[in-house]
């Protein structure tokens, strides 16, 4: 089953960036889709953004023009580049496969400060 570390949160101020990375392993990297997820406190688990694994890229219209997901096969890693932060961006970010695993990693908080 699919292995995920996600790193690169913190704590930013509003119009600030970050850039999270997703490294995967015990699958075939290159063969799957991946996707960012996060959950704000008490709130459902929100997908963020897709990237296939041809490398065509979906976002929700939330961060739609502010992320960009992409891709290394080479280092089995999934990126997550979130610019003009907002407030409301604040959450525990998570990195899984598409079509969606139950083995879900720690995820990576991030905290975007008004």
């Known amino acids: 089953q699919v292995q995920v570390v996600e790193s690169g949160g913190g704590l930013v101020q509003a119009g600030g960036s970050l850039r999270l990375s997703c490294a995967a392993s015990?699958?075939?990297?290159?063969?799957?889709?991946m996707a960012w997820h996060r959950q704000a406190p008490g709130k459902q688990r929100d997908l963020v953004a897709t990237?296939?694994?041809?490398?065509?890229?979906a976002y929700g219209d939330s961060v739609k023009g502010r992320f960009t997901i992409s891709r290394d096969n080479a280092k089995r890693t999934v990126y997550l580049q979130m610019n003009s932060l907002k407030p409301e961006d604040t959450a525990v970010y998570y990195c899984?496969?598409?079509?969606?695993?139950?083995?879900w990693g720690q995820g990576t908080q991030v905290t975007v400060s008004s």
């Open positions: 990237i296939t694994r041809g490398g065509s890229t």
């Open positions: 899984n496969t598409v079509p969606i695993s139950d083995h």
């Open positions: 015990r699958i075939i990297f290159s063969l799957y889709g």
